[in-house]
């Protein structure tokens, strides 16, 4: 029986973010499904307000019984959510370019007040200018041309005013660190991160101490590693690369 795999993006991005991933798949081994989650693409129906315990019963409502589940950024922090209340339904756990969230209460109090003032601006400005504003930001400025341009396409595929709902519910400084409890995950654990982004490099590095059976694959690309390298994240998937162990 093929594996059942489920598959996250980021924020402002859609399923289609894994095309690359899902290609580069053996079918005959795995069966991917790639979600919107809620705010994106076409879950723009979600109940409000849009949380993460609203987005863990939405994959698992959506997800098989068992299944892999792999995350990028914002989907790595909503599948660290969907692991820890439902471990026996997660067989291994991938996050991509992810954090358990930030751990200093002013530092995650600055970046409320950061995600609001993006809210403002989806609801504010024209969105083709949010979108560049969002991809020159300083975690993409090495991004690659290809990768930045499937990028651009995807946030396309999303409603501004419903996006706004997910910067409020689901930025990183609403969210509560779950750093503390990395350490409760009881499947297998597999951090990837690209080799440019030295911030979430770090973090990665920080997140296999914490849990019990982890281990960190270090990719060439940088943060939006599903786009720019997919070829080596849908390896990673099937436990092939190399990686750097604790």
Not at 229 to 238: E, G, Q, S
Request: hydrophobic share 45%.
């Amino acid at each position: 029986m093929p594996e059942e795999l489920v598959l996250l993006h980021g924020f402002g991005g859609t399923h289609r973010a894994f095309d690359g991933v899902i290609a580069a798949l053996d079918p005959q081994r795995y069966r991917p499904l790639a979600l919107d989650l809620p705010g994106h693409g076409e879950a723009v129906g979600a109940p409000r307000p849009i949380t993460f315990a609203g987005c863990v019963e939405h994959v698992l409502a959506a997800s098989p019984e068992r299944f892999v589940l792999c995350g990028y950024s914002l989907g790595g922090r909503v599948a660290l959510h969907v692991a820890l209340v439902a471990p026996e339904r997660v067989a291994r756990l991938v996050l991509v370019s992810s954090s358990p969230g930030i751990e200093d209460a002013g530092e995650r109090a600055a970046r409320r007040e950061a995600d609001e003032r993006l809210a403002r601006e989806l609801e504010s400005i024209p969105y083709e200018q949010f979108i560049e504003r969002w991809r020159t930001q300083p975690l993409f400025a090495e991004e690659l041309p290809h990768a930045g341009a499937l990028a651009r396409e995807d946030q396309r595929r999303n409603r501004p005013d419903v996006l706004a709902a997910a910067m409020r519910g689901l930025g990183t400084g609403e969210m509560q660190p779950l750093w503390p409890r990395l350490e409760e995950l009881e499947m297998p654990l597999i951090v990837l991160a690209g080799a440019r982004d030295r911030k979430f490099l770090e973090l990665g590095r920080r997140m296999i101490e914490h849990a019990r059976d982890a281990r960190l694959q270090v990719l060439d690309g940088g943060h939006g590693l599903v786009l720019e390298n997919p070829a080596a994240v849908a390896a990673a998937l099937c436990g092939q690369p190399r990686a750097e162990r604790r």
